[in-house]
């Protein structure tokens, strides 16, 4: 068998994989995660900048003692990268990397055969 | 008032002190790159380290990668200056390690092997994309480098007390040499492990500083805060918006364009997504992320007790009068509270940090060119190993003579700000190509080439007729060229990135859908499906 002929074979076999269902269901379940997770964190990071640019009085307004609206609205991005972070490691390791892994092992198998 | 034996003198501590402590560290490294390092031979030992790092550790070394003397001098010295709107780039730099966590770190690590060019390779198939993948990955090492070196410069000017040349370029050699020997004899091994070290200091030596400051205000953060504005000729205005990038609607866009170019960038900066590389596979790169988000997180909230620190206990006049202007808050700070050992350790700390940036740095440029360029052009993908990495050996030594030469002349701007540039140049030529690379099935060649050059020549062009290179008459952010007659900035941001990057996903998208040729479905098939689920990815030995 030549180089080239098991190098079409092999493009081909991906592409019966891409167009299967469960590769689509992986993809879809991707997408419902990190879709959403991206949009929380960098609409929440822009209208942090936002406010800072054109909203510097609201973020003046003190909250408590010397800690204004903006000191805790700068603190609160970590906040929720940290929740992000964590959020998605779990989401990871109980869902997406059992589906993932799975399709992987069927794969390479499929292709040692 | 506080009195500052420094003014006085020009000189903060004991450089002696400076340098032993400095020279103990760089010593102790040597001796960690040499017995860690082994043979080096193959191309996966000298840029991947072997693929057999952990995550945690991985992640550690990241942090030490990414926490630059922009970070640990700049974004203190800009908070000690300014206030709030320093702060912005600690949220920044921080918050762009989402993308990376959710988008780049298990699919770049499943469809590459050393470089970013890897994964266009796999989806395209073209040296052109490859040259030009090379080229901006040459282009941003080129920029930070200078931030680092710039930062380097400073630094030796406040603890040695020269702001002369020659002394300043001794310096800056000494540090050129020690991070040419971590790369040349430590190779990635080598160089994880120096910035493993650099991070574990670093994050000590800032939560140390940290909580000191924190004892001198009865950890009351509002009590810091009002201490802070009592000492600022400002007063309140610190603790708001504003001081920055404050007045005129063009400053507002400023800090917009600063904000997107922040958040955007880190995902593109070729030397973090060469460290996904050095761990066994995608679920280990995902976890180096992780560590890194912690890691960073913890310390750029430091930063804000020990810029807000720095303003209150060393004040304003006394960091803008230091050699070294406000990259020099911190070290006054530790000066102010622990003397000279103190401020010693920070020093080294600081050095430690240029000299490890700078280290991950040359040896992703010269990967770039000796995969990419040598390898993948020039020998059409067919590069004995050993030739490859005697090549990366060679650029590695030629970026060491630039980055001495650049650092030098560039000695006196201002090191946050140069690295935003790398980061807004990051943002644009590198992340749609490689969001599109993994995510869109339409994208061809001529849209990654579109992409690449388009967000690459856009960002540096709007730079060099930005206020950064001429015609800036202010204090904070003089210009590149100082003399206020030469003035050909037309554009009137310091930061291109809210220009740059939508025309570099604008141009990606264009060259794509007018692409005479056809999208090649296969080999997109073939790299979502490697991204999603790991199959035929490149695999540590232990893995």
Same mark, same amino acid.
């Given at each position: 068998?030549?180089?080239?002929?098991s190098?079409?074979?092999r493009v081909s076999?991906?592409?019966v994989?891409?167009?299967s269902r469960e590769?689509?269901g992986l993809?879809?379940?991707?997408?419902?995660f990190?879709?959403?997770?991206?949009?929380?964190?960098l609409?929440?990071y822009?209208l942090?900048?936002?406010?800072?640019?054109?909203a510097?009085?609201?973020?003046k307004?003190?909250l408590?003692?010397?800690v204004n609206v903006?000191?805790?609205?700068g603190?609160?991005?970590?906040v929720l990268?940290?929740i992000?972070?964590?959020?998605y490691?779990r989401?990871?390791?109980?869902k997406?990397?059992?589906q993932?892994?799975?399709l992987r092992?069927r794969?390479?198998q499929g292709?040692?055969? | 008032?506080?009195?500052?034996?420094?003014?006085a003198s020009?000189?903060?501590?004991?450089?002696?002190?400076?340098i032993t402590?400095f020279?103990?560290?760089?010593i102790?490294?040597?001796?960690?790159?040499?017995t860690?390092?082994?043979?080096?031979r193959?191309?996966s030992?000298y840029?991947?380290?072997?693929r057999?790092f952990?995550?945690?550790q991985?992640g550690i070394a990241i942090?030490?990668?990414?926490l630059s003397?922009?970070?640990f001098?700049?974004i203190?010295?800009?908070?000690a200056l300014y206030g709030?709107?320093?702060f912005?780039?600690?949220i920044?730099? %921080?918050?762009g390690?989402?993308l990376?966590l959710?988008?780049i770190?298990?699919?770049?690590r499943?469809t590459?092997?050393?470089t970013?060019?890897?994964?266009?390779?796999?989806?395209l198939r073209?040296t052109?994309?490859?040259?030009?993948?090379?080229?901006s990955?040459?282009?941003?090492s080129?920029?930070?480098?200078?931030?680092?070196?710039?930062?380097?410069?400073s630094?030796?000017?406040?603890l040695?007390?020269?702001s002369?040349g020659?002394?300043?370029?001794?310096?800056i050699?000494v540090?050129?040499?020690?991070?040419?020997?971590y790369?040349l004899?430590g190779?990635?091994?080598?160089?994880?492990?120096?910035?493993?070290?650099k991070a574990g200091i670093?994050?000590v030596?800032?939560?140390?500083?940290t909580?000191?400051?924190?004892?001198?205000?009865g950890?009351?953060f509002?009590n810091?805060?009002?201490?802070?504005a009592a000492t600022?000729?400002s007063?309140?205005?610190?603790l708001?918006?504003?001081l920055?990038?404050g007045?005129?609607l063009?400053?507002h866009?400023n800090?917009?364009?600063l904000a997107?170019a922040l958040?955007?960038g880190?995902a593109?900066?070729?030397?973090l997504?060469m460290r %996904?590389y050095?761990?066994?596979?995608a679920?280990?790169?995902r976890?180096?992320?992780v560590?890194t988000?912690w890691?960073?997180?913890?310390?750029y909230l430091c930063?804000l007790?020990?810029?807000?620190g720095?303003?209150w206990l060393?004040?304003?006049?006394a960091i803008l009068?230091?050699?070294?202007g406000?990259?020099?808050?911190?070290?006054l700070?530790a000066?102010?509270l622990?003397?000279?050992?103190l401020?010693?350790l920070?020093?080294?700390v600081a050095?430690?940090?240029i000299l490890?940036?700078?280290?991950g740095?040359?040896?992703?440029?010269?990967?770039?060119f000796?995969h990419?360029?040598y390898?993948g052009?020039?020998r059409g993908g067919d590069?004995?190993?050993r030739d490859?990495?005697r090549?990366?050996r060679?650029t590695?030594?030629v970026i060491?003579?630039v980055a001495?030469?650049v650092?030098?002349?560039?000695?006196?701007i201002?090191?946050? +700000?140069?690295?935003?540039?790398a980061?807004?140049?990051?943002a644009?030529?590198n992340l749609p190509?490689?969001l599109?690379?993994?995510?869109?099935r339409?994208f061809?060649?001529r849209?990654a080439?579109?992409?690449?050059?388009?967000?690459?020549?856009?960002?540096?062009g709007?730079?060099i007729?930005?206020?950064v290179?001429s015609?800036?008459a202010?204090?904070?952010s003089p210009?590149l060229?100082t003399?206020?007659h030469?003035?050909?900035?037309? +554009?009137p941001?310091?930061?291109?990135?809210?220009?740059?990057?939508p025309?570099a996903? +604008?141009l990606?998208?264009?060259?794509?859908?007018?692409?005479p040729l056809p999208?090649?479905?296969?080999? +997109?098939?073939?790299v979502q499906v490697?991204a999603?689920?790991g199959?035929?990815a490149?695999r540590?030995a232990r893995g």
């Amino acid at each position: 068998m030549s180089v080239t002929q098991s190098a079409s074979r092999r493009v081909s076999a991906y592409e019966v994989v891409h167009a299967s269902r469960e590769f689509r269901g992986l993809r879809r379940h991707f997408g419902s995660f990190v879709v959403p997770a991206i949009g929380v964190f960098l609409g929440w990071y822009f209208l942090y900048v936002i406010c800072a640019a054109f909203a510097p009085n609201f973020m003046k307004t003190p909250l408590f003692g010397d800690v204004n609206v903006g000191m805790c609205f700068g603190i609160l991005q970590f906040v929720l990268t940290f929740i992000v972070t964590v959020t998605y490691l779990r989401w990871g390791r109980r869902k997406f990397d059992v589906q993932a892994t799975r399709l992987r092992t069927r794969l390479e198998q499929g292709r040692r055969r | 008032m506080k009195t500052h034996d420094f003014l006085a003198s020009g000189t903060v501590g004991d450089p002696a002190v400076n340098i032993t402590i400095f020279a103990f560290f760089v010593i102790v490294t040597l001796i960690i790159v040499v017995t860690a390092s082994g043979a080096n031979r193959s191309t996966s030992d000298y840029y991947a380290g072997g693929r057999n790092f952990k995550g945690w550790q991985n992640g550690i070394a990241i942090g030490g990668d990414y926490l630059s003397a922009a970070s640990f001098l700049g974004i203190g010295g800009l908070i000690a200056l300014y206030g709030y709107d320093g702060f912005l780039y600690s949220i920044g730099f %921080l918050v762009g390690w989402l993308l990376v966590l959710l988008l780049i770190a298990g699919p770049l690590r499943n469809t590459g092997r050393y470089t970013t060019a890897d994964v266009f390779d796999l989806r395209l198939r073209n040296t052109r994309v490859r040259g030009a993948a090379a080229v901006s990955t040459l282009t941003i090492s080129f920029f930070y480098l200078l931030a680092q070196m710039a930062g380097a410069g400073s630094l030796v000017s406040l603890l040695l007390g020269v702001s002369g040349g020659a002394g300043q370029f001794i310096v800056i050699v000494v540090v050129g040499i020690a991070m040419l020997i971590y790369v040349l004899v430590g190779g990635m091994k080598g160089t994880t492990w120096v910035q493993m070290i650099k991070a574990g200091i670093l994050g000590v030596g800032t939560v140390v500083l940290t909580v000191w400051v924190m004892t001198e205000c009865g950890f009351n953060f509002s009590n810091l805060l009002a201490h802070a504005a009592a000492t600022s000729p400002s007063g309140k205005a610190v603790l708001g918006p504003g001081l920055l990038y404050g007045g005129g609607l063009s400053a507002h866009f400023n800090f917009v364009s600063l904000a997107m170019a922040l958040v955007l960038g880190t995902a593109g900066l070729p030397h973090l997504i060469m460290r %996904l590389y050095t761990v066994p596979d995608a679920t280990e790169a995902r976890r180096s992320v992780v560590w890194t988000v912690w890691l960073v997180g913890v310390f750029y909230l430091c930063t804000l007790v020990l810029g807000f620190g720095a303003m209150w206990l060393v004040g304003n006049k006394a960091i803008l009068t230091a050699p070294g202007g406000s990259d020099s808050a911190v070290p006054l700070l530790a000066y102010h509270l622990g003397g000279t050992l103190l401020m010693g350790l920070v020093a080294a700390v600081a050095f430690a940090t240029i000299l490890a940036v700078v280290a991950g740095l040359t040896i992703t440029a010269s990967a770039s060119f000796a995969h990419d360029v040598y390898a993948g052009i020039l020998r059409g993908g067919d590069a004995d190993p050993r030739d490859e990495v005697r090549v990366a050996r060679t650029t590695a030594v030629v970026i060491g003579l630039v980055a001495v030469v650049v650092g030098f002349l560039a000695r006196k701007i201002d090191v946050a +700000f140069l690295v935003s540039l790398a980061f807004a140049i990051a943002a644009s030529a590198n992340l749609p190509s490689i969001l599109y690379s993994l995510f869109w099935r339409r994208f061809t060649a001529r849209g990654a080439l579109w992409s690449i050059y388009g967000g690459l020549i856009s960002s540096v062009g709007l730079i060099i007729f930005s206020p950064v290179v001429s015609g800036s008459a202010s204090a904070a952010s003089p210009s590149l060229i100082t003399d206020p007659h030469v003035n050909f900035a037309f +554009f009137p941001l310091s930061n291109p990135g809210i220009v740059t990057i939508p025309l570099a996903f +604008f141009l990606g998208w264009l060259g794509s859908v007018t692409d005479p040729l056809p999208p090649e479905d296969a080999r +997109f098939a073939r790299v979502q499906v490697r991204a999603l689920t790991g199959v035929g990815a490149e695999r540590g030995a232990r893995g």
